[in-house]
């Protein structure tokens, strides 16, 4: 089975290309829905290095499938440039390796916080998705107050379309990223999927965007875009688990806000049917929430606590890239299938993907993940 083509491009931080560097020597990326990826890109000596030591310049890989007349854009972003390392061998061979990050690092380093105090910080109310942008458009975006925070005209926001559920969520001084992998959490667990990420709409343009559902293409059986099902008894499946897991599970919790002693402000939830299956079904939580001041937004965390502690159902297995189920062709990072193991069907998202290209070879490993 032949393998895709790559062509690899190094830009400045604007995205205007300097190099091309599709004679590298391997390439390795890793992407993970709502999290930093990262890229490892390793060049002959004698490649010019000089052209791309620049802060924050970027990486393009485009791919190119057996029999394609185009290339794409793989996982749709380029990638900022964090390090580069020249190396020597004890045989005296040298090699260039280039360290680069997703664009989701921007909400991340050095260390990018919500920049408003408890009382004064805006948005914490409104749909999951458009909260998340406004925090993007506030804290790194045209609407930052500190116009020095801003990274427009370089980092736009995909237009508002309140298609999440609305939550409430107070975010004062918090790490942004963390505060975004929070609400997509929460809304996820309340039963609305919902992811992020930063895209390339072209390579010298970033944008960030939220996604319902699934981070890409619907594939669910039968229903879905030309359906894929997943499986080992269909060959595209290799090792596989699921599990059943009350470990950490919360049937009662209690939020605590701001005020000492008897004044302090409480709230709390629980889930009655959940408790009342064991004779020690009740599970307690308190959670420190002191950004709130009305029972409201205290009640919401301790609901938001008790959804998080339900009992998890986890199904993970590796997508072996065969040629009725090819990377690219049938299914991609982010789509969203149906897995069929240990005698049940189930919907479940491919959330982890690592390529390797090396030596003339690509190898894909892929990892589907279902929390039910």
Known sequence: MAGAQFSVYLSDCFGLRLADASNFISLKYSRVVNDIGTATLVLPGDFDASLIRVPDGRLEI??????????????ETTWLMKKITYDRDDRGRQTIIVEADTPLCLLKEPGRFVNYDADSV??????????MKAIVLDNAGVLATDSARSLFPYLTVAASLALAPSITKKMAWRDVLKTLQEIALATTQAGTYLAFDIVAPTPDTLEFRTYIQQRCVDHRFPAGLNPVIISPDFGNMGECSLSYDWRNEVTYAKAGGRGEGAARLTAEADDPLRIGLSPFGLREKFVNATLYTTTTGLAAEA??????????TIFRGRILDVPDTRYGVHWAWGDY???QAFNQSFDARIEAITVTVAK???????????DL
Request: glycine letters at 6%.
């Open 62 to 75: 485009w791919r190119r499938l057996p029999a394609a007349s185009q290339e794409y854009l793989d996982t």
């Open 360 to 370: 003339g070879k690509e190898t894909i490993d892929a990892w589907v993940r279902s």
């Open 122 to 131: 805006p948005n914490t109310v409104g749909t999951a998705d458009n909260l």
């Open 337 to 339: 299938v149906t897995v």
């Open 303 to 312: 609901q938001a606590v008790v959804r998080q502690g339900r009992p998890k």
